[in-house]
């Protein structure tokens, strides 16, 4: 907050300082408004992780629509201004529909490649945008009445008017980041799969994010009309992308004040450099690779690093002493207990082209069960955890989930529904803190795209996520990044994470993995514990473990049910002896 | 943009992305440095056939100084695979300026060999010119060689290796590190000869890799990343599209081939030869 009324107050009284000129002055609204637009493009690449080569389609349609309305007289400046920002959140949501199904680089290359139909369509339609010469025959731009400033010829006035939707767009981004959605994108960035099984439609969030980066692009891209009292063609030619990219970058990724300073070197090198290096370009690719490779996290980002802000490790004791199993589980339903069968396949396979990892597997767990799904490795079993959970879609047969039909489901909306799931090899959120771990698989059950409200301000969210840390040994550790946590503790997180969206059905992938003696006792004993609450199937290796807490045993081979039945009868069972036990 | 040409500078651009998960930035800019470097050993030695030889060689020996130089220190990072775009694109903006400090902003001409010049026999309405049939027989020349390179040699066994298993091949104690460089070389000279076969057509120019750069991107969207036949059938499809509408109507032709790419996108995201899961990640 302070850094903010320093930045106001510098910014505010910018044009009184003794040696400005029109020219300086320009200029730097000119870093405001690209400032502005690398916000916006860094709300998708830090905040959302994607990585965006179509923003010159956002900012040149939200350029071309705020020139349009004016340069034709249809609209006073200010619902013009609006039109240009509900201009490129409609082209982001376009953009945004066609790619979402694809990610990472691929996802990157056709963002650029479709935002060139923006360019054409604008080069080839003279008569309505003026082709290869721009739109020109703007106005005299003046604030409707009661203001009724004129901002054509007055600099300053243009100044602030610029620097004061900067600011308020600046502080309702910065809004949007700390709500619950922000969150989620937030968590998507930073692990997706976890995201989708925390109940998170993944996709959803991500084109939100799009719309968000749309929207305020197009924004910039009508003050962009608004400063320059002109459309050039290259706003919405795709080099606009790789500029704010560059500036994003420069700035650093992930913060608020990167994307201006970025704007600043960027423009700086444009109109400084240039004067004396007719080559510039060479500097400003060069300066850009060097960043990339050598300070990822751009100017603002490698500061703060050296100014040592980041957290010192706090010197939490290890051990995690799981103490009450009960007050981790909430149920979403009363009743039902006892012969009701929660969840059944029905004739469940999958196949991998040749390869049947599970051949028509029939499986019912009765409410309040503990099972244990054993078989030799490659057996089919993590296979058959991702057909339950929607990760993989099957080759045939069904799932039944309440009664439910679940079959085609996705991930997250069988998370939804009550199912919740650990990973054989740990999968939490290393990017984000112990605590907003725990804290955003909690928020799903409350909320997932309200994008208004401080995230931390939920309260009931807060509660739930701190008992759970509690319960998990885990509190000290809140601040913690995951990706620091020692084995044994993130393998309670992970436990933790599942725990926290309230299931009913909780599916955990080998929970001892790389666990020691003490630690594998110890969280055998939980788990048991656990199964007094919630519904419980584990994928299990260590025999002892299994024969110890298991209601009920399956064992798996080659992708079919070899048997099932209490522990006695699963070791009494010949065909088991024979293939599985050996002894 | 001529199909065959077409298809050689996407099978570098699909080749490379196939093994590294990089889509390479830079491809435009060795595809611009193939015509230079045709243009100058057409300016020293006077021979055009040599140049199909130097360019070539001299883009792809650059291609991998640049892995060796730059990439290399990207791979195992976090984000490596956003990190190897945005170098690849930081070099696609120096390079150029490069160019043009060294030889200057006008474009070179560059003389079509006597031997290939001028109409070759009658097809129908249209001539048929000896230039464009010599680029037909050199592609034609081309995949097979190149096709078998990548499916039937050991190197090719390797890259198809690497690319459903990175960690797996390395395991197996083959040196990966220098596949790679092998594999941006050869994707880097790809593009090169593609620029130099270009370069009598066009003017020698700075610019002239950032058009065939996204020309590229939507081949591969189309056919399929990573998928030899997709380039090929991409590359045929979108410049026969190409030059077909630009015989029609001359300022739709490139829009066609975007709204192509976007169909393609709609109904079969994957590309019309693509593999599943190949562009997901």
Known sequence: MRGLLLAGLVLGTAPLYADYTPFYLGLLTEVLVFGLFALAYDVLLGHAGVLSLGHSAFVGVGAYATGLLLARRLAPLEPSLLAGAVGGLLTSLILGLLVLRKRGVYLAMLTLALSQVFYYVVLMWT??????????????????????????KHPVTR???????????????????????????????????????????????????????????????ALL???????????????????VLIMTLFGGTGTMLGPFIGAGVFIWMRDFLSKYLEYWEVFVGGAFVLIVLFFPEGIVGTLTGLLG??????AAESGAQPIEPEALVRRRTEGGDGEACLLESHGLSKTFGGLTAVNAVDFQVRRGELRSVIGPNGAGKTTFFNLLTGVLPSSGGRILFKGRDITRLPAHAVSRLGIARSYQVTNIFGDLSVFENVRIAAQSRVTHYRFWGHADRLAAV????????????????????????????????????????DPDFLLLDEPTAGMSPEETRRTAAFVRRLAGHVTVVVVEHDMEVVMGISDRITVLNYGEVLAEGTPAEIRANPDVRRVYLRD | MNGCILILVALGLSIVFGLMGIINFAHGVFYMLGAYAGWLTVQLTGNFWLALVTAPAA???????????????????????????????????????????????????????????????????????????????????????????LNKSNLGLVIRAGTSDNL???????????????????????????????????????????????????????????????????????????????????VFADVVIYLAMALVLLVRPRGLFGQEGMSEE
């Open chain 1, 159 to 221: 100044y602030y008017v610029v620097v004061t939707i900067v600011f308020v767009a600046m502080l309702v981004i910065r809004h949007l980041l700390r709500s619950p959605l922000g969150r989620v994108m937030r968590a998507v960035k930073a692990n997706e799969t976890r995201a989708a099984a925390c109940g998170y439609d993944t996709r959803r969030v991500r084109l939100a994010a799009f719309a968000i980066s749309g929207f305020f692009s197009g924004l910039a891209g």
């Open chain 1, 127 to 152: 008569p309505v945008t003026g082709g290869t010469d721009g739109l020109g025959n703007l106005p005299i731009l003046t604030l409707s009445e009661p203001l009724g400033w004129r901002l054509s």
């Open chain 1, 309 to 314: 802000r980041r957290r010192a490790a706090p």
């Open chain 2, 168 to 250: 797996m091949v390395q395991l197996l104690g083959i040196n990966v590190a220098r596949t790679w460089t092998i594999t941006y070389a050869l994707g880097a000279a790809l593009a090169g000869l593609a620029g130099v076969i270009t370069a009598p057509l066009v003017a020698v120019a700075p610019e002239m890799g950032g058009l065939v750069l996204i020309e590229c991107f939507i081949v591969t969207v189309v056919g399929g990343m990573g998928s030899f036949l997709g380039v090929v059938a991409g590359g045929l499809l979108i410049g026969e599209t190409l030059a077909l509408t630009g015989m029609l109507y001359d």
């Open chain 1, 462 to 501: 807060n509660e739930r996520a701190q008992e759970i840390l509690r319960h998990l040994g885990l509190t000290g550790k809140g601040d913690v990044r995951g990706a620091e946590l020692s084995h044994g503790d993130q393998r309670y997180l992970e436990i933790g994470i599942a725990l926290a969206t």
């Open chain 1, 225 to 243: 009309t608004v400063v320059l009292e002109f459309v050039p063609i290259e706003n919405i030619h795709w080099q606009m992308s790789g500029t």
């Open chain 2, 59 to 149: 883009v792809g020996l650059l291609g991998a100084l640049v892995e060796r130089g730059v990439l290399k220190r990207i791979y195992g990072t976090r984000n490596a695979n956003f990190a190897g775009v945005l170098v690849t694109y930081g070099l696609a903006i120096m390079i150029p300026d490069l160019v043009r400090m060294t030889f200057g902003r006008p474009g070179k001409p560059f003389a079509m060999p006597a031997i290939l010049t001028g109409s070759l026999f009658q097809l129908g309405a249209t001539e048929v010119h000896g230039y464009r049939v010599f680029i037909l027989l050199v592609t034609a020349a081309l995949l097979p060689l190149l096709w078998l390179l």
